[in-house]
C-alpha cells in the first residue's frame, strides 16, 4: 500500500513537471530559425534539409561542418526535416520535449539514488525552469545540449541500474549510452568523472564497509579501473573534437588571448554563473569578452569565493557529502567550456550551464530540506517556500522565452544586457538589412568595427549592405580593405564581382570571377580575431557578411552564368547555367537567365521551356509572362502570346514594355487576318 501510494506520488509529480515545462515553453512553436547558428544547422544545410539519407548519414560521420564532430545531432535534425520538413516550429516542440524527457528522467535518477522524493523533485524543477537554461532549449541549434544530455541522464540511470545488480549486459548499456551522448556532444566528457562522485554519494560504493542493502563497497582504484573504458571514450572524444575545433578556425590562439586572460575570465565566469543562477537578470545570447582586461582585484575575489565554497564543501563533506558531490559536479562539468581552451568569441554562455548547475540544485534541495527541518518548519510552509522559487523561475524563464521569438527580438535584447558586442551588432546589422532597413544596418556595422576595425569579414558585411543600397563604389571599397586585411579572403573578391556585374561592368565582374574560381575556397584558413564569425554564414541571404560560397556552388555558377551572358558570351553562359541546373534543379533564378541565354543562341523552344519552369513556381512574374509571351511571339504563336502579355499586364498594368509588346502582337495579328 504505502509503495502504490509512492508509486501515485512519483506519476503525479512526473505529470506536474512536464506540464507545467509544456506551459512555460509552448510559444516556441510558433517562434522562427534564428539568424545565428539555426542557419548552419537547418535551414541553409544542404545535408540537412532533405531529411535522412545514406548520402546524409554519412556527411554526418565525416563531417567537422560548424566546427563541431555531433553526427547524432545530425541526424536528430534530418529526421525532423524527413518528419516536419523544414520547418522552425515544430523542431522547436522537439527541443522541448527532448528537455521535459531530461527533466522527468533527472527525478527518477536522482529518486533512485537518494530514496528523497521532494528534494529530487525539486532538483528536476528548478532544471526544468530555470531561465539560464532557455537558451538550450529555445534554440534549434542546442538540439545538441538536449539531445546529449537525454544520453547523459540515460547514462547514469543505466549506471544506477549496474550498481544495483552488476553484470557484463548492464555495464556495456552503459557505454552504449554514453558513446551515444558522445555522438550528440562532446560535453559529457566529463560524465565518467561524476559517476566517480556518485560512488562517494549518494551510491555509498566507497571504503571498507557493505551498504544498508548489503551491497559491499570497492576501494578507489577498483572504482577507477572499472570507468577506464568511459575514460577511453572520453579521450577519444577530447581529442577529435580539438582536432575538429582547430581545423574549423574556432580554437582562438593564445595570440588572440593569452593564458593570463583566459584563467581570469574562467575564475570570473564561474561566479558569474552563480550569480545569474541566483539573480537571472540581463540574460543574452552571447557574452563578449572584455575589452579591457579582467581588474586582478575582480579576478582576485572571485578566487578567494571559489576557494572558500571549495574549504566549506570539504569541511563538511563526512556529515554533508552532496554539499563536496554537488560543488564538484558544477566546477568539473564546466572545465570543457570555462573558456581555459578557447572555442569562439564568448567570455561565457548560458547553454554551458544546462548540466553544471545540476550540482548547485543539488546542494540547495538537500541543504534546503535539511535547513528547513532544522528549524522545525512545517511540510505547508515548506511547500509553500519551494513553490515561490519555482514561480518565480517559471515567470522568468517564459519572459526569457519571449526574446527567442525572432533574430531581431533577440538580439535587440542583446545589446541592450550587454556593452561592446560586436558580433550581436555585426548579426543585427544583417537582421536589419533584410528587412530593408539598410541605414540602420550600416550604423550597426560602424559600431561592430570600432570594436574590431581590422575583422576582413565585417568589412566584407559592410560592402555587402552598401551594395545593397546601390553605394557600389564605396562597397568595392570595403572589399578591397578585407583583402587587404587577408589577402586570402576570397569571400571579398567573389564580391567585387557581383558588385561590380551590379554596375554594369561585366567584364570586369568576369575577371573577378576567374580570379576566384582560381583560388581554393576554404573557411577554416581564414585567420585573424573574426575567424569564428566565418562558420555563421547564410549561403541564401545576399546580405549575409561571409555568404558561403565556392568555385563550384550553384550560386557562383550563376552569377558567372549572367555576367558571361551580358557580356555576349551566351554559349559559356549556358554552360554554367547547366552546371546549375545539374546541382540544383530547382534553382528558379537560373532557369529564368537560362531562358533569356537559350533565346539569344536561337534556341527559342528550350527557352519558352524554361519560362513555363519558372511561371509554374511564380506565377506573378510579370516579367516572365512577358519574356514568354515575346518568345511565342518570335514562334508565330500570336495568340498565346497575347495571353502571356495580359497576364503579366494583370499582375502589373503599369508594366509598359509588356503593353507595347501587347499591342504589337495584337496589330500583327490584325494585319495577319
Same mark, same amino acid.
Given at each position: ?31 522562427? +530559425? ?7 544547422? @537547418? ?8 531529411? %535522412? ?23 536528430? %535534425? ?31 535518477? +536522482? ?80 560524465? !565518467? ?86 539573480? !537571472? ?14 581588474? @586582478? ?43 581555459? @581552451?578557447?572555442? #569562439? ?120 549592405? %552598401? ?21 586570402? +579572403? ?97 534553382? @528558379? ?15 527559342? #523552344? ?12 511564380? !506565377? ?11 518568345? %511565342? ?41
Amino acid at each position: 500500500m504505502i509503495e502504490q501510494q509512492s508509486n501515485h506520488r512519483r506519476l503525479l509529480i512526473c505529470i506536474l513537471l512536464a506540464a507545467v515545462t509544456f506551459a512555460v515553453y509552448l510559444p516556441v512553436r510558433n517562434y522562427s +530559425f534564428l539568424f545565428y547558428d539555426d542557419n548552419v544547422y @537547418v535551414s541553409d544545410n544542404a545535408q540537412v534539409k532533405p531529411g %535522412l539519407s545514406w548520402q546524409g548519414i554519412k556527411w554526418a560521420f565525416t563531417t567537422g561542418y560548424g566546427s563541431n564532430w555531433h553526427p547524432l545531432t545530425w541526424l536528430s %535534425l534530418m529526421l525532423d526535416c524527413e518528419l516536419f520538413g523544414v520547418e522552425p516550429g515544430p523542431m522547436h516542440i522537439v527541443n522541448v520535449l527532448f528537455h521535459i524527457a531530461n527533466t522527468l528522467l533527472l527525478f527518477i535518477v +536522482f529518486n533512485r539514488m537518494t530514496k528523497a522524493l521532494w528534494q529530487s523533485a525539486f532538483i528536476a524543477a528548478l532544471f526544468a525552469l530555470h531561465p539560464l537554461h532557455v537558451e538550450s532549449v529555445a534554440w534549434i541549434a542546442e538540439r545538441k545540449d538536449v539531445l546529449s544530455t537525454l544520453f547523459w541522464l540515460l547514462t547514469m540511470l543505466a549506471y544506477v541500474r549496474y550498481v544495483e545488480r552488476s553484470s557484463a549486459g548492464r555495464y556495456i548499456l552503459v557505454l552504449v549510452f554514453f558513446a551515444l551522448g558522445l555522438l550528440a556532444k562532446p560535453m559529457l566528457v566529463t560524465l !565518467p568523472f561524476v559517476l566517480l562522485l556518485l560512488d562517494y554519494w549518494p551510491l555509498e560504493r566507497t571504503g571498507g564497509r557493505r551498504t544498508e542493502d548489503g551491497r559491499r563497497k570497492a576501494s578507489l582504484k577498483w572504482l577507477i579501473i572499472e570507468k577506464i573504458p568511459l575514460f577511453f571514450l572520453s579521450a577519444a572524444s577530447s581529442v577529435i573534437t580539438f582536432v575538429v575545433q582547430r581545423a574549423g578556425g574556432s580554437v582562438l590562439s593564445i595570440h588572440a588571448i593569452n593564458l593570463s586572460e583566459r584563467i581570469s575570465n574562467a575564475i570570473v565566469s564561474y561566479v558569474s554563473y552563480i550569480s545569474k543562477m541566483f539573480w !537571472p537578470v540581463g540574460l543574452a545570447i552571447l557574452y563578449p569578452h572584455p575589452a579591457d582586461r579582467i581588474p @586582478v582585484a575582480k579576478a582576485l575575489i572571485c578566487a578567494v569565493i571559489l576557494i572558500l565554497i571549495t574549504i566549506i564543501c570539504l569541511y563538511y563533506a563526512r556529515r554533508r557529502k552532496y554539499l563536496l558531490v554537488g560543488w564538484l559536479w558544477y566546477l568539473g562539468t564546466l572545465v570543457p567550456v570555462i573558456g581555459v @581552451v578557447q572555442v #569562439g568569441s564568448q567570455a561565457m554562455a548560458d547553454r554551458y550551464t544546462y548540466i553544471p548547475l545540476i550540482g548547485l540544485f543539488l546542494i540547495i534541495a538537500f541543504a534546503g530540506a535539511e535547513l528547513l527541518k532544522k528549524i522545525s518548519m512545517g511540510t505547508v510552509a515548506a511547500g509553500v517556500i519551494a513553490g515561490v522559487i519555482l514561480s518565480a523561475c517559471g515567470i522568468t524563464a517564459a519572459a526569457q522565452v519571449r526574446h527567442w521569438k525572432d533574430s531581431l527580438e533577440l538580439f535587440e535584447h542583446a545589446l541592450d544586457v550587454t556593452e561592446n558586442n560586436y558580433l550581436v551588432e555585426n548579426n543585427y546589422a544583417n537582421v536589419l538589412s533584410n528587412l530593408g532597413r539598410n541605414e540602420e544596418a550600416l550604423t550597426h556595422l560602424v559600431e561592430a568595427l570600432r570594436f574590431l576595425p581590422d575583422s576582413p569579414e565585417m568589412h566584407n558585411n559592410y560592402g555587402n549592405i %552598401l551594395k545593397k543600397t546601390g553605394k557600389f563604389d564605396q562597397a568595392i571599397e570595403q572589399y578591397e580593405i578585407a583583402l587587404k586585411l587577408n589577402p586570402d +579572403f576570397d569571400l571579398a573578391r567573389y564580391q567585387i564581382g557581383v558588385t561590380l556585374a551590379a554596375k554594369g561592368d561585366y567584364e570586369g565582374a568576369i575577371q573577378q570571377y576567374r580570379l576566384y574560381a582560381g583560388t581554393a575556397v576554404n573557411l577554416a584558413d581564414i585567420k585573424g580575431p573574426g575567424a569564428e564569425l566565418a562558420k555563421k554564414g547564410n549561403a541564401d541571404n545576399a546580405a549575409n557578411p561571409f555568404h558561403i560560397v565556392n568555385p563550384d556552388s550553384a550560386e557562383f555558377l550563376s552569377n558567372f552564368g549572367f555576367a558571361l551572358a551580358q557580356s555576349g558570351k551566351p554559349k559559356e553562359a549556358i554552360e554554367c547555367y547547366d552546371k546549375v541546373l545539374a546541382k540544383d534543379p530547382n534553382n @528558379v533564378i537560373t532557369h529564368g537567365r537560362l531562358a533569356l541565354a537559350l533565346a539569344s543562341v536561337g534556341r527559342i #523552344g528550350e527557352a519558352i521551356e524554361q519560362c513555363r519552369i519558372v511561371l509554374a513556381v511564380r !506565377p506573378d512574374d510579370f516579367e516572365m509572362h512577358n519574356n514568354l509571351g515575346m518568345l %511565342l511571339q518570335n514562334q508565330g504563336k500570336l495568340d498565346e502570346a497575347i495571353e502571356s502579355y495580359k497576364k503579366a499586364l494583370q499582375i502589373d498594368p503599369n508594366f509598359q514594355k509588356a503593353r507595347e509588346n501587347l499591342d504589337t502582337a495584337l496589330a500583327q495579328k490584325q494585319g495577319g487576318g
